[in-house]
């Protein structure tokens, strides 16, 4: 098959011809209708998340139909349409039993812990417990950020954040997290405050329904406790860095919800945090990693009835050929806003 792959960190990936993913007893190989370019797939490529071995295949947010089936596999068949989280639990430890199959101790990511989904088919393990159909009505473009920066959006900002109707909410970094997390918040009827360095960031949030834009410059925590004239029920650092994890906390009011989606990786891995801020005004300080398959049904119903349309959130699609120039071209101000993706259909 054709897949994009790289041999070292930081080098640009290449389209390949390399061998057949081989389907475990526990697993499907999908036939990839679709797969998003995440900066996630990038922080692997900089070797800030290393991956196992090289060649490698990145990739994780991914859609397709099923192509062939595992010998212990009960729940699906070849010709499904489906997609799946990035992070694949186990299902029956004590933390996939209470439900929280996203920080199963043993979970496994297609792209990071094995090849991924810049490829023509993907091999998908422990398929029974975190496959998800995809309604018919839900095309696969649109289908592919579903597996990370969507669905992370939707847990962080519903289940997380817990935003209520008519609350403040700051999100700090409007690439494919913070588009996602903003369009669930209006879901949601939460009003919301969108903070970017690009203006044409800032632009597509306003498309979307952000009731206040600004300009990531000096003083970002400040202009929202402006807005909100005391701070933000909550706020969400989208985007991973040490300046943004702490506009993110220095915006709340009171009581306020601090919700890190971005990774902080490398040397920013282990962040000074305000402690004295958070105890004086006793601030919750969330994490905030994928989604269980579990919990896909209500996302999913919210896309298919047209309350959620992650179409909108797609800067532009290419082909499978495009991907490996698209994944280092992110180590640089992103050429369009909002998200990038593959169409292999």
Same mark, same amino acid.
């Given at each position: 098959?054709?897949?994009?792959?790289?041999?070292?960190? &930081?080098?640009?990936?290449?389209?390949?011809?390399?061998?057949?993913?081989?389907?475990?007893?526990?697993? @499907?190989v999908?036939?990839?209708?679709? *797969?998003?370019?995440?900066r996630?797939?990038? %922080?692997?490529?900089?070797?800030?998340?290393?991956?196992?071995?090289?060649?490698?295949?990145p990739? %994780?947010?991914?859609?397709?139909?099923?192509?062939?089936?595992?010998?212990?596999?009960?729940?699906?068949?070849? &010709?499904?349409?489906?997609?799946?989280?990035?992070?694949?639990?186990?299902?029956?430890?004590?933390?996939?039993?209470?439900?929280?199959?996203?920080?199963?101790?043993?979970?496994?990511?297609?792209?990071? *812990?094995?090849?991924?989904?810049?490829?023509?088919r @993907?091999?998908?393990?422990?398929?029974?417990?975190?496959?998800?159909?995809?309604?018919?009505?839900?095309?696969?473009?649109?289908?592919?950020?579903?597996g990370?920066?969507?669905? *992370?959006?939707f847990?962080?900002? $519903?289940?997380?954040?817990?935003?209520?109707?008519g609350?403040?909410?700051?999100?700090?970094?409007?690439?494919?997290?913070?588009?996602?997390?903003?369009?669930?918040?209006?879901?949601?009827?939460?009003?919301?405050?969108?903070i970017?360095?690009?203006?044409?960031?800032?632009?597509?949030?306003?498309a979307?329904?952000? %009731?206040? *834009?600004?300009?990531?410059?000096?003083?970002?925590?400040?202009?929202?406790?402006?807005?909100?004239?005391?701070?933000? %029920?909550?706020?969400?650092?989208?985007?991973?860095?040490?300046?943004?994890?702490?506009?993110?906390i220095?915006?709340?009011?009171?009581?306020?919800?601090?919700?890190?989606v971005?990774?902080?990786?490398?040397?920013?891995?282990?962040p000074?945090?305000?402690?004295?801020?958070?105890?004086?005004?006793?601030?919750?300080?969330?994490?905030?990693?994928?989604?269980?398959?579990?919990?896909?049904?209500?996302?999913? $119903?919210?896309v298919?009835?047209?309350?959620?349309?992650?179409?909108?959130l797609?800067?532009?699609?290419?082909?499978?050929?495009?991907?490996?120039?698209?994944?280092?071209?992110?180590?640089?101000?992103?050429a369009?806003?909002?998200?990038?993706?593959?169409?292999?259909?």
């Open positions: 098959m054709q897949a994009i792959t790289y041999t070292e960190y &930081g080098r640009t990936p290449v389209l390949a011809e390399v061998s057949d993913p081989v389907c475990q007893p526990d697993s @499907v999908l036939e990839v209708k679709a *797969t998003g370019i995440c996630s797939d990038w %922080h692997a490529w900089q070797g800030h998340d290393p991956v196992p071995s090289f060649p490698h295949v990739g %994780h947010e991914y859609a397709g139909v099923i192509t062939e089936v595992g010998v212990k596999v009960q729940r699906w068949q070849v &010709g499904d349409r489906v997609v799946a989280p990035f992070a694949l639990g186990c299902g029956v430890c004590p933390t996939c039993q209470s439900g929280n199959h996203q920080v199963c101790p043993d979970n496994v990511q297609p792209g990071f *812990t094995s090849w991924g989904s810049f490829a023509d @993907v091999e998908v393990p422990r398929a029974d417990v975190n496959l998800v159909a995809l309604p018919d009505a839900v095309g696969f473009v649109e289908a592919a950020a579903l990370c920066r969507f669905a *992370t959006s847990r962080a900002v $519903s289940a997380r954040a817990k935003i209520e109707p609350e403040w909410l700051a999100i700090h970094g409007c690439g494919g997290i913070g588009l996602s997390a903003i369009m669930v918040a209006l879901a949601l009827r939460a009003k919301v405050i969108a970017d360095v690009w203006p044409e960031a800032l632009e597509l949030a306003r979307l329904g952000a %009731h206040e *834009t600004v300009l990531a410059e000096s003083g970002v925590a400040e202009r929202v406790v402006e807005i909100t004239s005391v701070g933000a %029920h909550a706020s969400i650092d989208a985007l991973g860095s040490v300046p943004t994890m702490r506009a993110s220095d915006c709340l009011r009171p009581g306020g919800r601090h919700v890190q971005g990774l902080l990786l490398g040397e920013e891995g282990e000074p945090v305000p402690m004295g801020r958070v105890l004086a005004r006793e601030l919750e300080i969330l994490g905030s990693h994928g989604m269980s398959a579990v919990d896909y049904p209500q996302m999913l $119903s919210m298919a009835d047209g309350r959620l349309d992650p179409k909108k797609v800067g532009q699609v290419i082909g499978l050929d495009e991907a490996g120039t698209a994944l280092a071209s992110m180590s640089t101000r992103p369009v806003a909002g998200m990038t993706v593959v169409d292999l259909s």
